[in-house]
Structure formats: structure tokens, C-alpha cells
């Protein structure tokens, strides 16, 4: 992009982002107005959700001017999902310079700017919960992102095509493109576009729209508006329902807090009275990504998962999220090769960044021999204290009892080893302990244990967690925790031998003398491919398990995925990502 009369100007397709200086009355014109919205808003059933998609999301500007429409009247009953799919995203500099321009928007764009997703490949999520809307910007190439999204799963009302005109960016056109929305449309979707090209008409009309030709904005002579005909009604969505979660580990809590933001009522279950009691019950979680150059579901989950993490631990804020950075050391040759690769794949190092062995020591805040990658935005989590935040919703109830049964009639009736309660919807995130309430292959429980140490002079000064073949980090109560073991060994009590193993790893980073305060053991529940079980399973039960031990990073984007799914909102994930955490996967398998 660059700036022609002060004016955002697209070097690739020749052309303005807008009308000068008319941004909002364009995107009001065309869109809010285009579809009709207003009205539409107004006749919406109790806990309904609108769904609009928006091809080229540009400056935002179509977004913050429907937010600001939609936020006119309180629906404290309803949401809005937005959609927006980008392939050529602005710069945070260039966002600035054209908001600095609609001052009266400035109470959104604000928020949109502190929490705008780095530019990667996938879906990223903005919450305005307070407005109780969602913004969905889906970076990629139009037809796969529209490809991507279920039509089964996920159903628009309103689409904006504004993409640049076709003469400039036929893609953004194409057959496929109208095809694509035809599938995710129903009876009563539609569609608008400031344009009133020839080829655009052909192409709605080929997929069931039926046009209407109107002014057009500004100098325009016409533009086009359109209606999908069908006899496919919309999903229903309902979000005021009440669920039932077992298991009040990191994914349970995380599950709960998303779901009952969203207007849920969420009751949520643990045998051991006590939340965060099991395998994410350490003293400190460390947020971090597993991170690969090559373009698989696993790694575009691992980054995903670790860019929504941050934005839902920065919520919770201090002192239970410590955003401190973390650096992972480069000790072998696989190593080296590894952080080659993710250099060459990324090299603007807002995700990361290489670091010599001075510049790793200044910033670990001990002296160490190799240098190695930092990720500024990673940190260490207080897993009880940020979950006890989670939980602090008056939709949420905490009930301490094991459930032992979950039975299917016109509702889910859930068996405790006390009582029987009733549930519109069931999530279990109950770990390697599904087994007695839904049968899912694939998962293995793995036993881990972390060490505690003393706070000594050695390692007084780590402000941030350092990896190699193990990790140090610090936690809460003026400790520093090393780990961590993994393996079979179904052993009841903590191992002398494994609080070595995790000194022996402890090498790789630093030869400093440490004296051992104490240790913890727990199971992780882990798969085959190390992708969690996340979705909704054959028998109409929700899943998000199998996390390992990763399930600080994991399991709040899995929560949102399973609230999504939930809703009838947009899913976090497409399709790709969602095929490869499939909860019955591994059926059928050896």
C-alpha cells in the first residue's frame, strides 16, 4: 500500500481502498444499509446470532462502522458474528495513519489496534464482549478461506463483497467465490457490493441470488444488492443454554470462562472438590509455541493456539499471567537446523527473534552459553490463580462431585456419584478419565513430574522460562520450577529418579548449582499424532482433551472452537484444522 493525496492507495490493484474521505458513509451505504441491517437487527429472536461474512476486510473500516451501528441499541440477548477475509493485510502503521482519520470511531479502532492478529496464514479472533459481537479475520487467499468454512457448521445472513473491482482482481470474482457463498447462504441471506459489473450479475444469478440494480454511492451510477433464493432455512442458534463441564482442569476452566462469557449457563464438575487439582495443578504453566516452517495441521494449530493464548491470558492480566518472553536455546545440530528453517519461513520478528548468547543472558537474566530464539509474547502461567479468575462468573457453578453416568433423553441427564442434573449440552474435558462416560480411541496417559528449587543465588535472577531438552522457569512463592519427566511409569508418589532426570536436562541450560525444594506428579492425557480431541462427537457430546502437556496454550482455543460450534458462530478453525482434531479420529484404528 502506499499514500496517494493523503489517501490509502493499492499499489497491487491500481485503485483507492475507498471514497476519499467517506469511508463510514460508503461502508453505511453499501453494506449496513445495502443489507438492510437495522431492521433485520431489530426482528431477531431472543439469543439469536447474526452471522456476516466480509470479503476484504482492507482498513476495517466496513467492520467498525457495522459495530458502531450495531451498538446503537443494547441486545443483550443476541450476537453478532463478523468474518472477514483478508489476503493482503495492511501494515499496524498504515492502520493507524487511515483511523487517525475517523476520530469517530476511535472508541473501537482503539481496541481493534491493541489486539489486531499478526499476520499469518488462518483464523484469528477479536472479542468485543461488551458489545457482544466477534470479529473472525481470516488472512488467506479468498476461495480457500471460503472453502475452508463448513456450510453444515456455519451459515451467513449478510456478506459485504468488497474486494477491489473486477477489472483489478478478478479472484476476488470468481465463480468459485459466488459458488462458495451460495453453499454457506439460506433462505434470506444476503448480499450486497458497491459494484454493478456484468460479471457480478452472472454470477449471483448463476447461484440462486436474485439481483437488485440501485444507486449507487457517491459518484457511482449503480450497485448491486441481492437476496439468496432457497427453501434452506438458517441453522438455529441458541447461546442461552445450560451446560454441564467435567473436569476443572486448565480445560474445563478455560471452557467455562468462553462459554459462559457468551451467555451460557455453565456448571462445571470435579471429583477432587477442589479446581486445577490434576495434571495442570503445577505451580506454573509455561505458555509457549512448538513451532515447524512447514505448513501442517499440526503446526498451524500449534500457532494458532499460541496467538489466541495470549490474548486470553493478557485478559486476565497479572499476577497470574506473567507475559515475561521465553527463549529456547539452540543445544544441537537438530536444533540449529530447526531455527534455520522457522528464520527463513518468518523473518520479521514480531513472533520471534535470534539472540546470541550475551543478548539470551541480558534478557534471561543469568548468564548462559548459547543463544538460541526468543519469543517476546510467551510467558509463565499461575495456573490456580488464573483459573480461580476463570470461574468468577455468575454463570458459572462449581459443583465438587464425580460424574459417574451421562444418559441421552429429550435433554443430557448428568449421574453424579450424588445427584442427577439436567443439561441442554455436555463438554467433557475430563483428561485421560473419559473413558467410563464416552468411549474415544486414541489417547494415552503419560506420567510427568516437575521439580521444584529453592530460590538461591544461582538462579535468584531467571526472569523468564529457558528451554533445551527440559526447562527452567520461574514460578509463584519465590520458586523456580525444572521439568519435566514423561513416561509410562504408573507410580503413585514422586521419584527420586525423575527429580534427577530433570537435573540432568537442567545441564543444557546452565551448570549453576540448585537445591531441590520439592516436586509434583501428574498423568497428562496425550494422542497418537500430539494434536488434542476437540469438537462435538457422534453422540452430541463436546469434547476438548487430550491437550499433553501443552494444555495452557491448547485448550482456550479449544474451548473457543467448541464454543463456536456451539453457537452456529464462524469456527476458529476451517475445515483443515478441525478434520485433524477430530474427537473420533482415531476409530477404526490400532
Known amino acids: 500500500m502506499e499514500w496517494i493525496s493523503d489517501e490509502p492507495f493499492s499499489s497491487t490493484y491500481k485503485d483507492l481502498y475507498f471514497s476519499k474521505n467517506q ?3 460508503e461502508a453505511n451505504f453499501v453494506y449496513i444499509q445495502g443489507n438492510n441491517l437495522p431492521s433485520r437487527w431489530e426482528g431477531l429472536k431472543k439469543n439469536e446470532v447474526f452471522n456476516i461474512v466480509e470479503l476484504g476486510f482492507g482498513a476495517g473500516i466496513n467492520f467498525l462502522t457495522t459495530l458502531k451501528e450495531w451498538s446503537k441499541n443494547p441486545k443483550s440477548h443476541n450476537w453478532l458474528n463478523y468474518l472477514s477475509i483478508e489476503n493482503n493485510p495492511l501494515s499496524l502503521a498504515d492502520f493507524q495513519k487511515i483511523h487517525e482519520k475517523y476520530s469517530e470511531l476511535e472508541l473501537f479502532s482503539n481496541k481493534m489496534m491493541d489486539t489486531f492478529p499478526l499476520n499469518c496464514q488462518g483464523c484469528q479472533r477479536i472479542e468485543f464482549l461488551k458489545e457482544r459481537v466477534s470479529l473472525t479475520i481470516y488472512f488467506g487467499e479468498v476461495c480457500q478461506c471460503l472453502q475452508d468454512l463448513e456450510p453444515g457448521i456455519f451459515n451467513l445472513d449478510a456478506c459485504y463483497h468488497d474486494g477491489f473491482s473486477p477489472d483489478r482482481n478478478l479472484k476476488m470474482w470468481s465463480s468459485q467465490v ?8 439460506h433462505k434470506g441471506s444476503t448480499y450486497s457490493t458497491f459494484s454493478a459489473a456484468k460479471i457480478i450479475k452472472e454470477r449471483l444469478i448463476e447461484n440462486d441470488f436474485k439481483i437488485e440494480i440501485i444507486k449507487g454511492f457517491g459518484n457511482k451510477r449503480h450497485m448491486l444488492r441481492a437476496e439468496f433464493k432457497s427453501t434452506l432455512t438458517k441453522r438455529k442458534s441458541d447461546f442461552k443454554k445450560k451446560i454441564a463441564i467435567v473436569g476443572a482442569g486448565i480445560a474445563g476452566c478455560t471452557s467455562a470462562k468462553i462459554l459462559s462469557s457468551r451467555g451460557y449457563e455453565v456448571t462445571l464438575f470435579e471429583k477432587n472438590k477442589k479446581i486445577v487439582s490434576g495434571g495442570s495443578g503445577n505451580k506454573a504453566l509455561i505458555l509457549y509455541p512448538r513451532l515447524s516452517a512447514f505448513d501442517t495441521p499440526y503446526s498451524s494449530f500449534c500457532l494458532h493456539s499460541y496467538l489466541y493464548s495470549i490474548r486470553f491470558y493478557d485478559e486476565i492480566g497479572s499476577p497470574h499471567w ?7 536455546l539452540e543445544f544441537s545440530k537438530e536444533t540449529k537446523k530447526r531455527f534455520q528453517q522457522l528464520l527463513a519461513a518468518r523473518n520479521d520478528s514480531k513472533l520471534f527473534k535470534s539472540v546470541s548468547p550475551e543478548e539470551a543472558s541480558s534478557i534471561a537474566g543469568i548468564k548462559l552459553t548459547k543463544g538460541g530464539l526468543f519469543f517476546p509474547e510467551a510467558g509463565w502461567l499461575d495456573p490456580k490463580g488464573a483459573c480461580d479468575l476463570m470461574i468468577q462468573n455468575s454463570n458459572i457453578r462449581f459443583i465438587g462431585e464425580e460424574v459417574i453416568n451421562i444418559k441421552k433423553t429429550s435433554k443430557f441427564k448428568v449421574i453424579s456419584n450424588n445427584h442427577e442434573y439436567d443439561f441442554d449440552q455436555v463438554c467433557l474435558c475430563s483428561s485421560y478419565e473419559h473413558g467410563s462416560l464416552i468411549d474415544l480411541k486414541g489417547i494415552s496417559k503419560k506420567r510427568g513430574q516437575v521439580t521444584y528449587l529453592q530460590n538461591n543465588t544461582s538462579v535468584k535472577n531467571l526472569k523468564v ?3 533445551a531438552k527440559g526447562y527452567i522457569s520461574p514460578a509463584p512463592e519465590e520458586l523456580k520450577i525444572i521439568g519435566s519427566t514423561y513416561n509410562d511409569k504408573n507410580i503413585k508418589d514422586i521419584t527420586l529418579e525423575e527429580n534427577q532426570e530433570n537435573l540432568e536436562k537442567l545441564k543444557l541450560i546452565t551448570n549453576r548449582k540448585v537445591i531441590i525444594e520439592g516436586a509434583k506428579y501428574g498423568y497428562r492425557a496425550t ?4 494434536l488434542p480431541l476437540v469438537g462435538k462427537t457422534k453422540h452430541n457430546i463436546y469434547v476438548n482433551i487430550g491437550h499433553g502437556s501443552r494444555g495452557s496454550s491448547s485448550a482456550p482455543i479449544g474451548a473457543q472452537f ?5 453457537s452456529g458462530s464462524p469456527p476458529i ?13 482415531f476409530k477404526g484404528k490400532s
Do not use: W, Y
Open 527 to 530: 494422542t497418537q499424532d500430539h
Open 562 to 566: 467448541v464454543c463456536d460450534l456451539m
Open 178 to 185: 459466488f459458488k462458495s457463498l451460495a453453499n454457506l447462504s
Open 322 to 328: 506473567n507475559k515475561t518472553g521465553a527463549l529456547f
Open 465 to 467: 522460562p529457558i528451554f
Open 23 to 25: 469511508a463510514i458513509e
Open 573 to 585: 478453525f476451517g475445515k483443515k484444522i478441525s478434520e485433524a482434531l477430530d474427537p473420533e479420529r
